[in-house]
Structure formats: structure tokens, C-alpha cells
Nanobody
Framework: QVQLVESGGGLVQAGDSLRLSCAAS????????MGWFRQAPGKEREFVAA????????AYADSVKGRFTVSRDNAKSTVYLQMSSLGPEDTAVYYC????????????????WGQGTQVTVSS
């Protein structure tokens, strides 16, 4: 069983940066692609970013390209989302997610989800 626990959310001002962390547990989690989704009030949950197990392959939503960076530290079984140039449109609950295969990223619902962490960006 894989468990994902997010941290690092909070209230920031427009233009600020913030780093989210997701600590994963489970025997094979370091071989799984991992990433992030977000859900704003009244909107559907949307894909944000993902990285494969080695971090060599990454994927980003167009809305965050150039501002967000996903990375992982397999020694710590942790995936990060470094967010910069934040705006009110980035306000959402951010969820950590894991798939079993890279081919599933952006194609299927993740196999595992975290509980979510709130990010609020004030203007």
C-alpha cells in the first residue's frame, strides 16, 4: 500500500514562491511516477505536474510551465513542487498523486492520492 502525505501549503501574496512536499511510503513507491493535481473552489481537479522515478521525464500543465518545477528525492521518498510567480489563479487544494507507469500519467486517474494541502494566493 502506498501512502502520500503533503505539506508546505499556506497563504502567500501574489508574486511569492512556495514549495510543496509529498512524503511517500510503500515498498515500491520510488519506482512510480509521482506528481501533483490541484482543485480550485467550484472547479474540477486538474493535472499540474509529474516526474518519473528518475526525474528525467517531467510533464507540466500549460498553465504552470515556466513557473512550477517538479522534482523528487528518492532517498527521502519525497516529491516536491516548487512554485514561483504565484497568482490568485493558483489558489487551490494541491494533491500529491502517484501512478504505476509513466504511460498512465495524464492518461488515467492516479492509483494513489494524498489528502491535499491548501495554497491560497492573495492579490
Amino acid at each position: 500500500q502506498v501512502q502520500l502525505v503533503e505539506s508546505g501549503g499556506g497563504l502567500v501574496q501574489a508574486g511569492d514562491s512556495l514549495r510543496l512536499s509529498c512524503a511517500a511510503s510503500g515498498r515500491t513507491v520510488n519506482t512510480y511516477p509521482m506528481g501533483w493535481f490541484r482543485q480550485a473552489p467550484g472547479k474540477e481537479r486538474e493535472f499540474v505536474a509529474a516526474a518519473n522515478w528518475g526525474g528525467g521525464n517531467t510533464a507540466y500543465a500549460d498553465s504552470v510551465k515556466g513557473r512550477f518545477t517538479v522534482s523528487r528525492d528518492n532517498a527521502k521518498s519525497t516529491v516536491y513542487l516548487q512554485m514561483s510567480s504565484l497568482g490568485p489563479e493558483d489558489t487551490a487544494v494541491y494533491y500529491c498523486a502517484a501512478w504505476v507507469l509513466w504511460a498512465q500519467v495524464r492518461a488515467t486517474t492516479p492509483a494513489y492520492w494524498g489528502q491535499g494541502t491548501q495554497v491560497t494566493v492573495s492579490s
